[in-house]
C-alpha cells in the first residue's frame, strides 16, 4: 500500500509548436519543469485554456523590443475578466533563414515568415534578397515547417536557430535579425489569485480607460502615478474599438500593489477612470529593483495616516 | 436646598477696548452671550490667553478684504502649538471721522487711526484732507479716546460707527472707507478639540512648509488639492523668519477634514511637507455650501477602498 | 501649333493589388484621378516610391479603428527622412467570406486572411467556423486570389466586399466583421513640401522622443499640449528599437502648424525633446471643426508680442 | 568763460527723516550720491513724486524678512500705472530701545516703535518688558523724535542703531532685534523705462490676476514658470480689494526679460491672465548668478525657432 500523496500536473499553455520562443519563454519557469505543457495556436485560445480550466496558466508574448506591443494580447487581456499575470520572462529573440536540405541562399526567392519575425530582419532581407516575396505565417516555426512541406509556396523560412535542432534544414544564414540586442517580453498569466509576495523588483500591470476626451484626461491620470513617485516602463494605448480616437491605455508601472504608494496610485486611478483592470503585480523579469524617493516609502504612508488620525481625534496638528 | 447645578462661566478674549470690529465678531457667537468678555491689546495676548487657560477662546482677526491678511495672526498660528480655530464670522468695515465735541472738518489737520484702517481710508482723505497728518494708534477705538483725552495731539479719529454709542464725539463725516464693500474676517480660536461636525459648508486651515526651493515645489502642494477636486480661498505666503527667501504658506481650502477628499489631501500634503499644521475645520462665515465635482465624493472614496481590498485578495480586478 | 501645356503624369503607390481598402482610399484623391496608379506590396515599398521619386505620393494605412496603429507605418514614418503627410482618408471596413465558385459555408475548413482583417472577424468565426484554421495572407486582396489559385491550402478567404466585382468568387457570408462601425485612417504622403493651407478643421502629426526616463518626461511633453489648449486624438507609443522600454510617441494634434497655438507648442516640443519629426499639417478626414478656448486664439497670441515688445521698449507694463 | 555742461540734478524720494533704513538704502546707489534725497513720509508719496515728476526715482521697502511683504508697497505697485523697479538693495535690519537722556530701563513702561520694528522686537519686549504698552509711530525714527519731544506719551523708542549719530538720546538696549540676520529688501522705482542690461543676476517682478476662481487656475500660472525652468523667489497673494476671496499675485521670478525662457513665460502669462503688470526686471542685490537648466538657454530657442521656420516653408522637420 503506498501513502505518497500525488502532487496534481499542472498544465501550461503556450504557442506551440515546440521550438517557438514561447516555448523558450515557458522554460524558464521552474515550476513548470515535469509537468504538462499544451502548445496552441493563438493567444485567444491561450487565454481560453486558463479561463476555462483547461490550463492552470498561459505563457504569452506580451511586447518586443523592435516591434512594440503585441495588440491581440494587450486586447485579449483588456477584455477577458478572470486572468491575471503572475510572471515575466524575457527571451533574446536571434532569428536564421533555413530551406530544404540542400538549398543554397541563391535559390531563395519567396520567404515564409510570422509578420512579427519578418520585421525584424528588414534589413538584412533588404541587403541580401532584395527582390524576395513575403508569405506570411502564423508561428515562427509553422513558416519552417510549411515550407519544409511545400506549403505556401515559400523555398526558404525565417526561424529561431532551435529550430535546427528539431528539424532536418538548410541553415542558409544566421544572426539576420536588424537588432543583435532583441529580445520578446512574455508574461505567465492564471486564472485571478491573489498576488505573489513583492520582491522590491517588482511591476504592476494595468489597463485603464479615460474619463473622457478632454486635453487633460491622460495628463490627469499619469500625475497618479509621479505625484507617488511610480515610474512607468510602459504607456501603450490602444482602440477601445468602437470609434476613431477612443482609447484605452496599458500600463507597466514600477513597484507592488503591496508597496503603499502604488495601492494609493490604484485609488486615485480608480477614483478618477470609468474603468481600471488590475492585471497583477509581480517580479520583473530583470530582476531590477525598483528605486524611488524616500519621500514614498510605506514608512512616510504609515506616519501620515498616524497624523490625521491624531488631528481629527483633536490632538495638536503638527 | 439648591439642586441646580451651575454652568461654569466661560471667558472669551478678544482686541478691546469695547466698541472694535473685533468685539463685534464676538457678538456674532451664540455660546459667548452672557459669557465673560476679556479685552486684550494684542493678538499675542489673545492666544497666550487661550494656551495658558486664562481664556476659553480667543476671537482675532485673520483678512481683511482690502489690506490683506492680518500677518501677526497668521505668524502666531503657525507658531504656537495646541490651538485650533473652530469659528469664522464676517464684520462688515465702514469707518467714521470723528472730533471732540462742536469740532468741524475744517479743523481738521492731525487725524489719529489705526494704521489699518488708515490704509482704507487713503481715497476720502486725499480728496477731503489732502494736507492732514497722520498719528497711528493701537486700535480703532483707541485712536477716538486718545484724541479725546488730547494724547498724541490728533483733532480727528478714524473710528468703528459703534462707537458714537459708547462715547460724547462730534461725527464729522461718515461711510469714509473706500470699499463700501469692505470685511473683516475673524477666527474663534480655542485650544485643541476634535473638529466640529461637517455641515456641508465647511473650510480647513493648514499652515504648509515646503519641502525645498526648487521650482515645482508649489507646484507640488496645489496639485494636491487639485488632483481632489478642491478649491482653495486663500493662499497667502508668510516668511519663516530665518532667512529672505523663504515662505511658509496659509491655506483655506474648500471642506471638512471628515471629507474623504480632504482626509486625503492632507494625507499627500503631509507625506509632501516637512511641516503641515492642521488649524482646523470649520463652518464657513459666508455658509456657503461646498460644490465639487461628484467624483469627489465620499462614496467614490469607499468604493476604490473597496475594490482594492477586493484585488488584494485575490477577486477580479475589475 | 498647339500650344496647350500637357500636365505631366502623377504617380501615386498603393497597397495593391486592385480592390483594397488603400485603393478605395486612393479613389477619395480628386486630384489622383485619371493619373498614374501603382500597386506595390508593403508600406515600406510605397514610401521608397516616395523618397526615391519614382511615385509622386503614397497612400498608406495608418491607424484601424478595431486594431490599432499599424505599426510598420508608423516606425517607417519616424525613420525614413523626407516625408510629409499631406491629407487622411477613411474607409469603412466591411468583410466578406468568399469561396470558390460553387462552395458552401459548410466546406470551409481553411481560411486565408490578411492578419489585421482576421483579427476583425473573430466572434464571427468563433461562433459560425469554431473549427477552421487560418492561413495568413500579405493582403486582403491576395488572401481570396491565392485561395481561388490553390495556393496555400485555404478553401475561404477574408476579403473587401468589393472584391466581388473584379473576380468570380461565391459569397459564403457578408457582414462578418466584429464591429459595424470598423474604419481604416490612411494618409497620403509626398516628399517634404510646405503644409498645405489650414482650413480650420485639421490636424498635425508628430513622432517626439522622450529626453530620458524619469517619471516626468511624458507628463511634461503632454503639458506642451494641454497648456495651450490643443487636444490630442492620438497618442501612442512605439519601442524605439534599441532596448526594452524605450519608446517614442506618435501624437496626432488637433490644429495646424499655422495656428500660433500649434506652432508655439511645437517649439516648447522642439525645445524639450531630443527629437522631434514634424510629420504634417493637413485636412481632418472627418472635417470636423477643430475647437478650442478662445483664449489660444491668434488674435490673443499676437496680442501678447506686443505688449512684450512695448514693455522691453520701456512703455507701461500693462 | 566756462564750456562746462552742468548735469542737472537729480531727485530721489525716501521715507524720511534721516536715518531710517531706507536712508541707508539710498545710501548704497552710487548715482544719488551728491543729488537732491528728498524725505517723504509714506510709501504713495514716493511714488506720487515719480509719477509727478517731481523725483526721478523713490527708494521703498518691499519686503521684510521677518514680517513679509510690505503691503502697502505691493498694493501701490500694482495699481498705479507708470512706475518701474530698476534696482533691487539690501538693508541688515537691528534695533536699539533709546530713552530720553538719563532714562534706564526700569522706567520704561510705554514704547514708541513702527509697528513692523515692533514686531520684530517681541522675544525680547517679552522677556525683559513684559508689562510695556506699544504706541505706533509712522516711521523709526519718528516714535525716538516724538518720544524726545513728549508727543504721544511714550518713555522709550525702538529705533535704528544709526540714530544715535544724528540725537541726542540715551541707548537702553542693543541688538533687541529677534532675529539677528533680518534684513529688508529695498526697490528702487522709477517712471517707466526700458529695463537696464542683463547681469546674470538678475530678477523680474511681476503683479499677475487669475482667470477665475477655479481650482486649477494658480496651478496654470505657476506652470508658465516651472515649464521653462524659471524658479520664483517671491510669490505673495494680495487682495485685490473688491470683494473677500479674490487675489491678485505678486512673483518675484529669477532672470530677467531679455532672457528668451522669461520673455516666453511673460508671453505665455498675458495670453493666460486678465491682468499682467510688468514691474520691471533689475539686478538682484544679492548678486547671485541664476543658474537654470540648460535646455532653457537662449539658443535653444533660438535653434527651435530656425527648424520651426525651416518646416513651414517645407525643409525636412528633423
Known amino acids: 500500500m503506498n501513502s505518497r500523496v500525488e502532487e496534481p500536473v499542472r498544465t501550461y499553455s503556450y504557442l506551440g509548436p515546440a521550438g517557438t520562443f514561447t516555448e523558450a519563454a515557458l522554460a524558464q519557469v521552474p515550476e513548470a519543469r515535469g509537468q504538462n505543457w499544451r502548445p496552441v495556436r493563438n493567444v485567444g485560445e491561450a487565454l481560453d485554456d486558463v479561463v476555462s480550466g483547461r490550463s492552470d496558466a498561459a505563457m504569452i508574448a506580451i511586447e518586443n523590443s523592435v516591434d512594440g506591443g503585441v495588440s491581440t494580447t494587450q486586447d485579449a487581456l483588456a477584455t477577458m475578466p478572470g486572468l491575471r499575470i503572475v510572471g515575466?520572462?524575457?527571451?533574446?529573440?536571434?532569428f536564421v533563414l533555413v530551406g530544404k536540405p540542400g538549398a543554397t541562399l541563391a535559390d531563395v526567392s519567396v520567404i515564409a515568415a510570422h509578420p512579427v519575425a519578418y520585421a525584424q530582419c528588414l534589413i538584412w532581407l533588404g541587403q541580401s534578397l532584395p527582390e524576395h516575396a513575403h508569405v506570411p505565417?502564423?508561428?515562427n516555426v509553422t513558416a519552417a515547417l510549411d515550407m519544409l512541406d511545400g506549403v505556401g509556396g515559400a523555398d526558404a523560412a525565417i526561424a529561431p536557430p532551435g529550430i535546427l535542432e528539431h528539424h532536418d534544414l538548410q541553415l542558409l544564414?544566421?544572426?539576420i535579425g536588424d537588432n543583435p540586442k532583441a529580445v520578446t517580453r512574455f508574461v505567465l498569466v492564471s486564472r485571478t489569485v491573489a498576488p505573489p509576495s513583492p520582491t522590491g523588483a517588482d511591476k504592476t500591470s494595468l489597463i485603464v480607460e479615460l474619463p473622457d476626451d478632454h486635453p487633460g484626461a491622460l495628463l490627469d491620470m499619469l500625475e497618479q502615478f509621479a505625484t507617488r513617485g511610480i515610474n512607468l516602463s510602459l504607456l501603450?494605448?490602444?482602440?477601445i474599438g468602437?470609434?476613431?480616437g477612443r482609447y484605452r491605455f496599458v500600463v507597466?508601472?514600477?513597484g507592488h500593489v503591496f508597496d503603499e504608494r502604488m495601492a494609493d496610485a490604484l485609488l486615485g486611478l480608480r477614483r478618477f477612470s470609468p474603468q481600471v483592470v488590475f492585471l497583477g503585480s509581480y517580479p520583473?523579469?530583470?530582476h531590477a529593483i525598483v528605486h524611488y524617493p524616500s519621500?514614498?516609502?510605506d514608512d512616510v504612508f504609515v506616519e501620515a495616516r498616524d497624523w490625521l488620525r491624531g488631528l481629527i481625534s483633536g490632538e495638536p496638528g503638527e
Open 88 to 94: 515575466e520572462y524575457l527571451v533574446p529573440v536571434q
Open 137 to 139: 505565417s502564423s508561428s
Open 295 to 297: 519621500r514614498y516609502s
Open 173 to 175: 544564414a544566421d544572426n
Open 284 to 286: 520583473r523579469a530583470d
Open 242 to 244: 468602437d470609434e476613431l
Open 236 to 239: 501603450a494605448s490602444r482602440p
Open 252 to 254: 507597466d508601472a514600477d
